[in-house]
């Protein structure tokens, strides 16, 4: 039999749609990103404090989007207590920061923590699927959230507070936490660094199998693979993800508080990713963005807020089944598509 | 030398119905051996339990005289089987390529799990063989859930043989295809036999008796018979149970 050139391999990328998908996010992001920098520059020009402060605060909440997304939308899991590692992140981050402000030991602990502590609870998690997965990860969650809300030694009910400027040192220069415009850029960097992790991952081979168990998990394992293994892998690397985003929590604001575990924390994650586009990384991020303004904004003029995005988040639901980036991100992909042919 | 498939004594019930019960027979290498018997024979069941979906409560299960009894699907398939399935199950909502990547991609080398699908050559290539095959070519960028019902049983092959497994668990392939589609269907299994055992379940006798070389007929859940198509053919009991009420 004629085996297919290489020449033959490539074309055959044109009919990957999860790929062209991936590459038409990538597209989004990199709008993000510029309209980010002008953002910065507008700030640092109109000596800003408040809205680029804001803003680092979406991007945070936006990379802990992005690993709900990668459940949710990339492998079909619904977590109602990913908050869990949002939150744990942040918490250990704190902890090291007070005894050392160092941002490396702050990550390499919060990274080596997380892989542990995603492990053991992905274990737990994932003996149940669908909805007892949704119940078991709430559960946890809320255990481990009352635990904290009642241990002096973290703090309880305050949380943590008096966590102290964090000078991070790049090799080529240092970026100080509570500088607005430097944190911030600093952060967009950081998000972009956890998004282009994700995006990769799950452009691999390993990262089909996710989509795979996604669409019909029961003909998975007759293609070799252990839904079991490769559920609890991402499990782990999306408790990762979160955990690295609620590090930088505790740098911007000073303070860690036990409601970075709960469920509304967990919950808001959901309503970005759905707003933003289930399933399409970018959408996270523009999702964070627009509920972070919105929640501001509406914020100054009434607070209850939270009535305005329960309302938005029913429209989109029912007129905007797919997000916004599920409306925009087709569009680009066919246009990636037609280039490719 | 050591059959492909080797089955001994394989028996399961579900809530005291012995869907299948001491059922031993050996799929013998570069050779179509098919299951036939009435509806709820067990022949799905017996698949099932082959390919580690079910685990027996009795009997072994042997791949290359490799003892397998009891091993789950993933590692069935690793040891070298591949099956289709009676009711379609596709990756509905991913293109007819991703469909055959995914397949396909566990002839990659270990480390080809953390690169993206472009750098897996294997896997390309035998994509490009698969769809070549399966007259696949035309529907590559197609979602799998908006074939024919034809395409998606030839699909439903091609997933199942795409990781080049030594044996090939066939349930019902020619389902619902029309005529021609299925003299089609029955060549191509044919031409697949040089290379890979295969376990056929059909329920059209003809094709079964054109095709086949050993054939295992089943009866609630027993194996009632087996041997060569004029054998079985020939057979009293066989004639009673079964060409008796499925001469329809
Ligand atoms: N998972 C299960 N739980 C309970 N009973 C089952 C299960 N699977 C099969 N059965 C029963 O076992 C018997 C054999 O079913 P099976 O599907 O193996 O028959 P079959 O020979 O494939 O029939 P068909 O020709 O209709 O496909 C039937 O009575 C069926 O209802
Ligand atoms: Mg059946």
């Given at each position: 039999?004629?085996?297919?050139?290489?020449?033959?391999?490539?074309?055959?990328?044109?009919?990957?749609?999860?790929?062209?998908?991936?590459r038409?996010s990538?597209?989004?992001?990199?709008?993000?990103?510029?309209?980010?920098?002008?953002?910065?520059?507008?700030?640092?020009?109109?000596?800003?404090?408040?809205?680029l402060?804001?803003a680092?605060?979406?991007?945070?909440?936006?990379?802990?989007?992005?690993?709900?997304?990668?459940?949710?939308?990339?492998?079909?899991?619904?977590?109602?207590?990913?908050?869990?590692?949002?939150?744990?992140?942040?918490y250990?981050?704190?902890?090291?920061?007070?005894?050392?402000?160092?941002?490396w030991?702050?990550?390499?602990?919060?990274?080596?923590?997380?892989?542990?502590?995603?492990?053991?609870?992905?274990?737990?998690?994932?003996?149940?699927?669908?909805?007892?997965f949704?119940?078991?990860?709430?559960?946890?969650?809320?255990?481990?959230?009352?635990?904290?809300?009642?241990?002096?030694?973290?703090?309880?009910?305050?949380g943590?507070?008096g966590?102290?400027?964090?000078?991070?040192?790049?090799g080529?220069m240092?970026?100080?936490?509570?500088?607005?415009?430097a944190?911030?850029?600093?952060?967009?960097?950081?998000?972009?660094?956890?998004?282009?992790?994700?995006?990769?991952?799950?452009?691999?081979?390993?990262?089909?199998?996710?989509g795979a168990?996604?669409?019909?998990?029961?003909?998975?394992?007759?293609?070799?693979?252990?839904?079991?293994?490769?559920?609890?892998?991402?499990?782990?690397?999306?408790a990762?993800?979160?955990?690295?985003?609620?590090?930088?929590?505790?740098?911007?604001?000073?303070?860690v508080?036990?409601?970075?575990?709960?469920?509304?924390?967990?919950?808001?994650?959901?309503?970005?990713?759905?707003?933003?586009?289930?399933?399409?990384?970018?959408?996270?991020?523009?999702?964070?963005?627009?509920?972070?303004?919105?929640?501001?904004?509406?914020?100054?003029?009434?607070?209850?807020?939270?009535?305005?995005i329960?309302?938005?988040?029913?429209?989109?639901?029912i007129?905007?089944?797919?997000?916004?980036?599920?409306?925009?991100?087709?569009?680009?992909?066919?246009?990636?598509?037609?280039?490719?042919? | 030398?050591?059959?492909?498939?080797?089955?001994?004594?394989?028996?399961?019930?579900f809530?005291?119905?012995?869907?299948v019960?001491?059922?031993?027979?050996?799929?013998?290498?570069?050779?179509i051996?098919?299951?036939?018997?009435?509806?709820?024979?067990?022949?799905?069941?017996?698949?099932?339990?082959?390919?580690?979906?079910?685990?027996?409560?009795?009997?072994?299960?042997?791949?290359?005289?490799?003892?397998?009894?009891?091993?789950?699907?993933?590692?069935?398939?690793?040891?070298?089987?591949?099956?289709?399935?009676?009711?379609?199950?596709?990756?509905?909502?991913l293109?007819?390529?991703?469909?055959?990547?995914?397949?396909?991609?566990?002839?990659?080398?270990?480390?080809?799990?953390l690169?993206?699908?472009?750098?897996?050559?294997a896997s390309?290539?035998?994509?490009?063989?698969?769809?070549?095959?399966?007259?696949?070519?035309?529907?590559?960028?197609?979602l799998?859930?908006?074939?024919?019902?034809?395409?998606?049983?030839?699909?439903?092959?091609?997933?199942a043989?795409?990781?080049?497994?030594?044996?090939?668990?066939?349930?019902?392939?020619?389902?619902g295809?029309?005529?021609?589609?299925?003299?089609?269907?029955?060549?191509?299994?044919?031409?697949?036999?040089?290379?890979?055992t295969?376990?056929l379940?059909?329920?059209?006798?003809?094709?079964?008796?054109d095709?086949?070389?050993?054939i295992?007929?089943?009866?609630?859940?027993?194996?009632?018979?087996?041997?060569?198509?004029?054998?079985?053919?020939?057979?009293?009991?066989?004639?009673?149970?079964?060409?008796?009420?499925?001469?329809?």
């Open positions: 039999m004629r085996s297919a050139s290489s020449k033959d391999a490539s074309a055959f990328l044109a009919f990957d749609r999860s790929g062209l998908a991936m038409a990538h597209v989004l992001v990199v709008i993000l990103v510029v309209a980010a920098f002008g953002f910065a520059a507008v700030g640092a020009a109109l000596n800003d404090t408040f809205y402060r804001l680092t605060e979406a991007l945070i909440f936006g990379g802990f989007a992005l690993s709900v997304d990668i459940l949710l939308g990339y492998t079909g899991l619904l977590s109602l207590g990913h908050a869990l590692y949002f939150g744990f992140g942040a250990v981050s704190a902890l090291v920061l007070k005894e050392t402000p160092s941002f030991a702050a990550m390499g602990a919060v990274l080596a923590a997380t892989l542990v502590f995603g492990f053991i609870t992905g274990l737990i998690a994932n003996r149940v699927r669908g909805v007892y949704a119940l078991v990860t709430f559960g946890i969650a809320q255990v481990a959230a009352k635990a904290v809300y009642n241990t002096r030694a973290l703090g309880a009910s305050d943590l507070i966590i102290p400027i964090v000078p991070i040192n790049l080529f240092t970026v100080m936490s509570n500088a607005p415009v944190f911030f850029l600093f952060t967009l960097v950081f998000v972009i660094l956890l998004y282009v992790a994700a995006a990769y991952l799950l452009d691999t081979s390993f990262g089909r199998i996710l168990l996604r669409v019909n998990e029961h003909r998975v394992p007759f293609l070799g693979y252990s839904t079991h293994r490769a559920r609890l892998s991402i499990y782990v690397f999306a990762i993800i979160a955990a690295l985003s609620g590090a930088l929590y505790p740098m911007l604001r000073g303070f508080s036990p409601e970075l575990m709960f469920f509304t924390t967990s919950g808001n994650a959901v309503i970005t990713v759905v707003i933003g586009g289930v399933g399409t990384l970018a959408g996270a991020l523009y999702g964070s963005v627009i509920l972070t303004v919105l929640k501001s904004v509406i914020g100054t003029m009434t607070e209850h807020h939270l009535i305005v329960g309302i938005l988040f029913m429209a989109v639901v007129f905007l089944p797919k997000g916004l980036m599920g409306v925009i991100r087709p569009r680009i992909a066919r246009r990636l598509r037609g280039g490719a042919r | 030398m050591t059959p492909a498939l080797q089955v001994e004594g394989l028996g399961v019930a809530g005291g119905i012995r869907a019960d001491g059922v031993s027979f050996m799929a013998q290498r570069q050779a051996t098919t299951v036939i018997g009435p509806n709820g024979a067990g022949k799905s069941t017996l698949f099932n339990l082959i390919s580690g979906q079910i685990p027996p409560h009795t009997g072994r299960v042997a791949l290359d005289g490799v003892d397998r009894t009891g091993a789950p699907p993933h590692l069935m398939q690793r040891a070298g089987l591949g099956r289709s399935f009676q009711i379609t199950n596709l990756f509905f909502e293109t007819v390529f991703e469909n055959l990547q995914l397949a396909a991609q566990r002839l990659e080398p270990p480390r080809q799990m690169r993206r699908i472009g750098h897996g050559e390309l290539q035998r994509v490009g063989e698969l769809v070549e095959r399966f007259s696949l070519a035309a529907k590559l960028g197609e799998a859930g908006a074939l024919s019902h034809g395409e998606q049983r030839r699909l439903e092959i091609a997933v043989l795409a990781a080049k497994p030594s044996v090939l668990l066939l349930d019902e392939p020619t389902q295809m029309s005529h021609g589609d299925t003299a089609d269907t029955a060549r191509l299994i044919r031409d697949l036999s040089r290379d890979v295969i376990l379940i059909e329920h059209d006798i003809g094709l079964v008796m095709i086949s070389d050993h295992v007929v089943m009866h609630q859940g027993r194996m009632l018979a087996e041997g060569a198509p004029p054998e079985v053919r020939a057979n009293p009991a066989v004639k009673a149970a079964y060409f008796g009420d499925a001469s329809c």
